[in-house]
T-cell receptor
Framework: DTEVTQTPKHLVMGMTNKKSLKCEQH?????MYWYKQKAKKPPELMFV???????INESVPSRFSPECPNSSLLNLHLHALQPEDSALYLC?????????????FGPGTRLTVT | EDKVVQSPLSLVVHEGDTVTLNCSYE??????LLWYKQEKKAPTFLFML????IEKKSGRLSSILDKKELFSILNITATQTGDSAVYLC???????????????FGKGTKLSVIP
């Protein structure tokens, strides 16, 4: 199984809502990533988890709150978002970097903030 | 600050042409360079390169890395309309202070293959 799954595929939320994005992989990868991608731009790194611990937070606003409950799951909790947060949110996973391993991406969640 | 520069930014070719996409980089503690193809949503992994001078091939696609000159090229021969996509180059380097590796993407090359 070389798949990273993400749910939901699409999400529309108001600025006062609280929602969560979910990501799952069963490749035994112990590094997981959240990226944000705006139209016609490459993905921007948001967070990196290594062995279920947050190792990188790329100065992301606190209205985005990541969580890694176990080695297969990664969540991104959303609260009080702004319209400019509308984007494609991508999850990826890889083996932890003791070597140069590739990242596998999920299909993404298309988020629209109204 | 890590930097990845891709050229050209966009390219239009006819079916059957051969194309070369370029990626140059400046990265702290280089670990690997990755090529992705992005059509609609998530990037699809193509190649990972870690050693200089060793060509990776997959069908009509091939890629090579030059760690001395800090660049990589992605070649596509006998292009087809299905090759139309954005090709992303990303470089993995050490993220100082956190003990983790960060993937830095270039802006991508948009390839359009016309019949």
């Amino acid at each position: 199984d070389t798949e990273v799954t993400q749910t939901p595929k699409h999400l529309v939320m108001g600025m006062t809502n609280k929602k969560s994005l979910k990501c799952e992989q069963h490749m035994g990868h112990r590094a997981m990533y959240w990226y944000k991608q705006k139209a016609k731009k490459p993905p921007e790194l948001m967070f990196v988890y290594s062995y279920e611990k947050l190792s990188i937070n790329e100065s992301v606003p606190s209205r985005f709150s990541p969580e890694c409950p176990n080695s297969s799951l990664l969540n991104l909790h959303l609260h009080a978002l702004q319209p400019e947060d509308s984007a494609l949110y991508l999850c990826a996973s890889s083996q932890v970097d003791q070597g140069a391993y590739e990242q596998y991406f999920g299909p993404g969640t298309r988020l629209t903030v109204t | 600050e890590d930097k990845v520069v891709q050229s050209p930014l966009s390219l239009v070719v006819h079916e059957g042409d051969t194309v070369t996409l370029n990626c140059s980089y400046e990265v702290t503690n280089f670990r690997s360079l990755l090529w992705y193809k992005q059509e609609k949503k998530a990037p699809t992994f193509l190649f990972m390169l870690t050693s200089s001078g060793i060509e990776k091939k997959s069908g009509r696609l091939s890629s090579i890395l030059d760690k001395k000159e800090l660049f990589s090229i992605l070649n596509i021969t006998a292009t087809q309309t299905g090759d139309s996509a954005v090709y992303l180059c990303a470089v993995k380097g050490l993220y100082s202070g956190a003990g983790s590796y960060q993937l830095t993407f270039g802006k991508g090359t948009k390839l359009s293959v016309i019949p």
